[in-house]
């Protein structure tokens, strides 16, 4: 309903949420067009934030950037520099010994694992290399198919045989590490990818790094050429639409505003989309319905440890038998392959889907407490060095869909009149580059049907 004091405002297109996908498409528009990007909140980057402390940051939304394509390409446009993960390796820590993820032979030799775990262990590692290599084959429409096959079937199909406790800690694990949710809450193809990129070497992934200075120097550099396009505390209350037009309706700090438009980007995520849109058609609903968020706790801790360290060249470690974290993110070691190593560091610590929910129940205090207790098993040489902790709870990072539900992706590729839908729920692989090649290809349309 109109509000009779709201302000009446137009534009050529409105782009609703300033996450990734919605800062590079209002940036893609914004030379030729008139753009407006509101955002509820009142900093701009939604699910890509970093915290910084002095030499080190620590990102506490998404954590990584790797891929190809339009992301890669703003951050060239801003002259952002990498710092390269390719020369470092995942870890995995089980029964108190830490050994190289990326190295099976040395996980079945050197890891305190029972014997019959050690056995499944070989058994499903070998199935998740295979079915990744199909996955990534160069054979795009082979690739497909055999996605689509995967798609009907969760995540703890890829452990069918698996007996041993062991071994169902282990990828429950990597499952709340790497999406955020139970084996059997998602599709196997996108569990089977995300493991799949962990046991890699870092250096067979492409662009594979982190912006000096988190993530959030890309998306800040965004809203920083926006300017007074980003409207921030502008939450959305409701988008209307008939066939070549949009209404937005807003609330801003002083008050309601109605903002009318030829074109509408709805870059917010799938709950929210629902909310501010009752006349979705049913298929529409349906689609952004079944898109679901994994959900973490995350601790950023500053360390203030001297002199090279036995975790610098690792970029992650699991941590699959702990109480409370399941994985450790070593952002500085993007920093340590040029240059003295400067003193301090930058973990975090993270747990995703149940391990979440569990610790959602604690205050930051207790979360600190745990975390920092666990972290000192695995690297007594901390203890004492901690400099700053930052407890985050996140309720929805990485996008994912329950077996036999992620068809639903090409309705939303479909522009609904004058309304499209942008984020990383859209992409092929749910990431910080999906989600910009799709707000940058939305934008792309857009300037074609206006011309």
Not at 158 to 178: C, I
Not at 385 to 410: C, H, N
Request: aromatic letters at 8%; glycine letters at 10%.
């Amino acid at each position: 309903m109109v509000e009779e004091n709201a302000r009446e405002q137009h534009c050529e297109v409105v782009v609703v949420g300033a996450g990734a996908a919605g800062l590079v498409g209002g940036a893609t528009l914004a030379p030729t067009t008139d753009v407006v990007v509101l955002e509820a909140a009142t900093k701009p980057g939604g699910r890509v934030e970093s915290v910084r402390h002095g030499d080190y940051w620590l990102n506490i939304g998404a954590q990584f950037t790797e891929g190809a394509g339009p992301l890669f390409d703003v951050i060239d446009k801003y002259k952002i520099k990498l710092g390269s993960l390719a020369d470092t390796r995942a870890g995995l820590y089980l029964k108190g010994r830490l050994v190289a993820a990326d190295d099976p032979m040395g996980i079945l030799v050197r890891s305190r694992m029972s014997l019959a775990a050690k056995v499944e262990l070989a058994s499903v590692g070998l199935r998740l290399r295979r079915i990744f290599k199909r996955l990534m084959n160069e054979n795009l429409d082979e690739a497909a198919k055999y996605q689509a096959f995967l798609d009907t079937h969760s995540g703890s199909w890829l452990m069918r045989g698996v007996k041993t406790d062991e071994m169902r800690a282990m990828f429950n694990a990597w499952a709340g590490q790497w999406i955020g949710c139970k084996p059997e809450e998602t599709a196997a193809s996108q569990l089977a990818i995300s493991i799949g990129f962990a046991l890699e070497k870092a250096a067979n992934i492409p662009n594979f790094a982190l912006p000096v200075g988190g993530n959030q120097t890309f998306t800040d550099a965004l809203a920083h050429e926006l300017g007074d396009r980003l409207r921030l505390g502008a939450e959305v209350q409701s988008i209307t639409w008939t066939e070549d037009r949009a209404t937005v309706r807003y609330v801003d700090g002083q008050g309601p505003v109605t903002l009318a438009a030829r074109r509408v980007i709805v870059a917010v995520p799938a709950d929210r989309a629902l909310a501010i849109m009752p006349d979705l058609p049913d298929e529409y609903r349906e689609a952004l319905r079944v898109t679901n968020y994994g959900r973490y706790i995350l601790a950023g801790i500053f360390t203030k440890e001297h002199g090279p360290q036995r975790w610098d060249d690792y970029y992650a470690i699991s941590t699959p038998d702990l109480p409370s974290f399941q994985a450790i993110f070593n952002h500085a070691a993007s920093l340590r392959r040029s240059g003295p190593r400067k003193p301090g560091g930058a973990l975090v610590c993270l747990a995703g889907g149940p391990r979440a929910d569990e610790l959602d129940k604690l205050s930051d205090e207790q979360i600190e407490t745990a975390f920092l207790r666990d972290l000192f098993r695995i690297l007594p040489e901390l203890e004492g060095k901690i400099d700053r902790v930052v407890v985050k709870r996140q309720p929805r990072v990485v996008s994912y869909w329950a077996p036999g539900t992620r068809s639903a992706q090409e309705i939303l590729r479909k522009p609904l009149g004058p309304i499209q839908f942008a984020g990383d729920h859209l992409a092929d692989l749910p990431s910080l580059a999906g989600a910009v090649e799709s707000g940058q290809g939305d934008a792309e349309n857009i300037l074609q049907a206006l011309v």
